[in-house]
């Protein structure tokens, strides 16, 4: 498969064309069939030898489904991030590293700053993550000067939170990049107008805060017995609502691979989210499965390619 541009029509080609039919139905079939241009890259993926999966299974999903870049984000309890690094040496342009450290060590800015020399694009934090001593915003100021982005973890109510949107103010040049769909799910919003997770998406009013958008199989619930489309219609508005606040150039998908392997499925997970914004512009179903993250991350390149993420700037 070229690493240029694939268009929506070659994306649905063969089997993934069956199996998007299957699950969506002909009338998406029939809009996505019309040729669109799209790079795809996948903000949210884990790879190591010591946990989940290594990184070939990860390039097998990616070619398997005409995604060209992706977004290596440690995982929690890891600190060692030589496997990521590695990754990048062995397939230039394809990965970027956001990487974790011990941040309970007064020297976390410090060992922050040389893994950024050596590469790392981010950092993943979580939400409640303080420094020791004097600043407790040490680590967070760090990556600001460092110039790095931050994949931000938390559970919905932590987003939620006023010290948390203290903390993001106090940052305004550090990209901080909301997990999961900051932890919204259908079960913690069981209120029709889902005060929860609009308190968490009103986040968006910091220009520096951008949002994963997950696989649906996070936040919908399956249906069982099993049926075409795979999840209780109607499904909870998250994705609407998101679009609303933050708008395309903020918001990126992600797999959450491997674990999503025991959700839905890489393939679902890229082609059911898609489907939900199949009344959105080409341009910001273009920003949302690839330019944001590419535009965020320009290290994202392969030899050959000839991309101006610029067009994709919030
Ligand atoms: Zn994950």
């Known amino acids: 498969m070229s690493e240029k541009l694939v268009s929506r029509r070659d994306l649905l080609k063969g089997t993934v064309a069956a199996t998007a039919a299957m699950a969506t139905g002909c009338a998406w079939m029939g809009k996505v069939g019309k040729a669109r241009s799209m790079l795809i890259a996948d903000s949210h993926c884990h790879v190591s030898s010591t946990w989940y999966e290594p990184v070939e299974t990860l390039l097998f999903q990616m070619d398997q489904n005409d995604v060209q870049h992706a ?23 394809r990965f970027a590293s956001i990487v974790m450290v011990d941040t309970t060590q007064p020297d976390a800015p410090d060992t922050l700053a040389k893994l950024a020399e050596r590469g790392a694009a981010g950092v993943r934090l979580s ?23 931050t994949s931000c973890a938390g559970g919905a109510d932590q987003f939620a939170s006023d010290e948390f949107a203290a903390l993001v103010e106090a940052v305004p040049d550090l990209p901080i990049i909301i997990e999961h769909l900051g932890g919204v799910k259908h079960r913690n919003n069981p209120d029709p107008l889902y005060p929860l997770a609009q308190k968490v998406f009103a986040l968006a009013r910091y220009p520096n805060t951008y949002i994963k958008i997950p696989g649906l199989g996070e936040f919908c619930v399956r249906n069982m017995p ?81 991309l101006d993420a610029t067009r994709f700037k919030p």
């Open 127 to 149: 939400a409640g993550t303080r420094s020791p001593g004097e600043d407790p915003l040490a680590i967070w100021r760090k990556a600001e000067e460092l110039g790095l982005a």
């Open 71 to 93: 977004l290596l984000i440690q995982y929690m309890g890891q600190v060692d991030n030589d496997y990521q690094a590695r990754c990048l040496e062995r397939f230039p342009g």
């Open 226 to 306: 099993v049926t075409d489309f795979p999840f209780a219609k109607p499904i909870p508005p998250f994705l609407e609502m998101v679009y609303e606040a933050f708008g395309p150039a903020r918001m990126m998908w992600g797999s959450d691979y491997p674990p999503v392997s025991g959700r839905e499925g890489y393939r679902n997970s890229l082609l059911l989210t898609m489907a939900q914004f199949e009344d959105k512009p080409e341009t910001a179903v273009e920003q949302i499965f690839g330019g944001t993250v590419l535009a965020l991350f320009p290290t994202l390149q392969r030899s050959g390619d000839d």
